[in-house]
């Protein structure tokens, strides 16, 4: 006869409890909690850099000012590598999006500064003039991503001389459209995208978004909790999601303060409404700056994102394509097609990106995007994205191109050469590829 009792839930339930006992005090908090130890090391690395280069700057690494610029030239490399993530999950790789993010930043310059006004008769301050440059430029970066992805996909071409050739054909492209000629100024509420004096949403609006993104991740911890007892999923204990939820709004709520604590003189606000024929208020010495506009575009990025990747069908497709494109094509999977559409969110994202760096510029340069690439492909890489495809996180991207830029904040305010600066950057690179090889041989 058959012995059946080990396939109970009590033998199940005790088999689960022997296991856990013989982990360690840190072996248990991480199961509990179901944190990304990869994730909890790239955070690590990031507080040591943060403590290390605020200690060699002599305090000027973590102030509320150097903050939130470092938020602000985070925002448009963070947004390329939500972007990146996809492309390098599905085992390709795009090296134009610098040139493509310089090639519509170009082009949205040229329609606000010269098209809109000189040929079409719009007068300055007009509030259709940033939307139309905008949508341009979005629509622009749909058709470059479509057609690189086309050309990928279909004629079979592999992604790395596509996306190297287009290296090429974007940058000259854009120095073409104005011989080399620097666009400039912008639409005043297009600047707005930048970040700059007005390019924020103030002290109290910053922290009404602060209270609603705690409440939103109360909600979404406890919608995850009642579809793990509706599946009848194993649920994690109540102290660890009540941690989770503590330090994620310590977290929100930390960094709106940061946002809040660094003020503008009002002097020089006004100067800027001067200007650009904005309103200011009157009284005070200052003016809180609260949440720039940019972080919030780019974190209204990442949660479309991270929805995308962890919530469509499209988004596993992406992840099944990557981790078995001869499995995905044989279920039935339009591998071709969901290629296409990858690189044609990665244009839209490089447009967005555009947009931010040009309008933080107030100009649209040909040096705009140079070597971004790297630093998207780096950002992805270091988040965790596997180079031979299958996996990778939204989030960890984000992370990853915060670090990157806090590494370069760092390096200027220590006065470290340019050229040392990239041996850094390319030295963390390989590093990051190296860990991700050993990670991947042990588990």
Not at 75 to 96: C, E, F, K, Q
Not at 333 to 347: E, L, S, Y
């Amino acid at each position: 006869m058959t012995d059946t009792t080990s396939n109970t839930p009590a033998a199940d339930t005790a088999a689960d409890r022997a296991r856990e006992s013989e982990l360690s005090p840190v072996g248990r908090f991480l199961k509990a909690t179901e944190l990304d130890i990869r994730m909890l090391g790239m955070v690590g690395a990031l507080l040591v850099i943060w403590v290390g280069i605020h200690i060699l700057s002599g305090g000027l690494f973590l102030t509320p000012r150097n903050l939130w610029n470092l938020s602000v030239q985070t925002s448009s490399v963070a947004i390329m590598a939500t972007g990146m993530v996809l492309v390098i999950v599905m085992r390709n790789i795009d090296l134009s999006v610098g040139s493509v993010e310089g090639v519509i930043g170009m082009v949205m310059g040229v329609a606000q500064a010269e098209f809109l006004i000189r040929v079409m008769g719009f007068q300055l301050g007009n509030p259709w003039i940033w939307i139309i440059a905008l949508a341009a430029g979005v629509a622009l970066g749909l058709m470059i991503g479509a057609l690189q992805g086309f050309i990928i996909a279909y004629l079979e071409v592999p992604a790395f001389i596509v996306t190297l050739g287009g290296l090429l054909i974007w940058r000259g492209m854009a120095w073409l459209m104005t011989s080399g000629r620097t666009v400039a100024p912008l639409d005043a509420t297009f600047q707005l995208m930048g970040g700059g004096p007005r390019g924020s949403i103030g002290a109290t609006a910053s922290w009404i978004v602060g209270i609603l993104a705690c409440v939103a991740v109360a909600l979404m911890l406890l919608n995850g909790r009642s579809q793990r007892k509706r599946f009848k999923f194993p649920l994690r204990p109540v102290w660890a999601e009540s941690l989770l939820g503590v330090v994620a709004c310590a977290a929100i709520l930390g960094a709106v303060w940061i946002a809040n604590s660094y003020p503008w003189p009002i002097g020089i606000v006004r100067q800027y409404a001067q200007r650009t024929g904005i309103t200011v208020p009157e009284g005070g010495l200052f003016i809180a700056h609260g949440i720039a506009i940019p972080v919030l575009i780019a974190v209204a990025v990442g949660i479309v994102m991270t929805f995308i990747t962890r919530r469509t069908r499209f988004g596993r497709y992406v992840f099944a394509i990557g981790g078995n494109p001869e499995a995905a094509e044989l279920a039935g999977i339009n591998t071709r097609w969901v290629t296409m559409k990858v690189f044609m969110i990665m244009g839209v994202l490089a447009a967005i990106s555009a947009a931010i760096a040009s309008a933080r510029l107030n100009a649209s340069t040909n040096a705009l995007g140079t070597l971004d690439e790297l630093l998207v492909i780096a950002a992805a890489v270091i988040g965790g994205t596997s180079l031979a495809g299958g996996s990778g996180t939204v989030l960890g991207a984000m992370l990853g191109a915060l670090l990157m830029q806090s590494l370069q904040s760092g390096m200027v305010l220590l006065g470290i050469d340019s050229p040392l600066q990239s041996v850094v950057v390319g030295a963390v690179l390989v590093v990051a590829v190296w860990l991700d090889t050993v990670y991947r041989k042990r588990v």
